[in-house]
């Protein structure tokens, strides 16, 4: 008979269920994150005027599109480590530390402001990674990795558009 609440899911896994449960918690708030990341970079994307419209329509439009792919990995995985992915817009609005590209700024302090949240991504993400190694959970370490790759990956991109 299929449940009407989400429950957690005890797998079988060599990481300790009190770790798994941390490296999960800490997943929402990456997952978090990555979701405020993808609504910024699309709302960038929407927004973009100017000279350098085409290929920052174009660079966006193909880092918000990744970003919704591992919006996805990252909420299955947190659901392979036996707990409920974050789902609501609250949840993730206050678990994240990206805010809201501030209105009425410029484009350049927008770019500025996301690059600023890709490197921050990249702190606590790398955080992450290394709590999830040091408690054998290679495949969330994995993930992250590749995750703190794109991030700065994203932030160089979008640097060198608006270098001087």
């Keep these: 008979m299929l449940k009407n609440e989400i429950t957690e899911l005890a797998p079988k896994s060599p990481v300790d269920s009190e770790k798994r449960r941390e490296i999960a918690e800490m997943l ?5 994150d990555e979701y405020r990341l993808f609504v910024n970079t699309q709302g960038l994307h929407w927004n973009v ?9 174009k660079l966006t439009e193909s880092q ?3 970003l919704f792919e591992s919006i ?3 909420a299955e995985r ?3 480590l036996g707990l409920p992915a ?3 817009f609250k ?14 700024s410029t484009l350049q302090q927008r770019i500025e402001r996301l690059v600023s949240d890709y490197e921050m991504a990249v702190r606590r ?6 709590l999830a190694e040091a408690d054998g959970d290679i495949k969330t370490t994995d993930l992250l990795t590749e995750r703190v790759g794109v991030y700065e990956e994203n932030a160089w991109m979008l640097r060198a558009t608006i270098a001087s």
Aim: proline share 7%; charged share 25%.
């Design 72 to 74: 996805d990995t990252l």
């Design 86 to 88: 974050p789902q609501t």
């Design 49 to 57: 005027e100017g000279p350098l419209f085409y290929s920052l329509h």
């Design 78 to 80: 947190i659901r392979a």
């Design 91 to 104: 949840e993730f609005y206050d678990r994240s530390i990206v805010k809201d590209l501030p209105s009425g």
């Design 28 to 32: 929402g708030n990456l997952l978090a």
């Design 125 to 130: 993400t790398s955080l992450v990674a290394k």
């Design 64 to 66: 918000y599109e990744e």
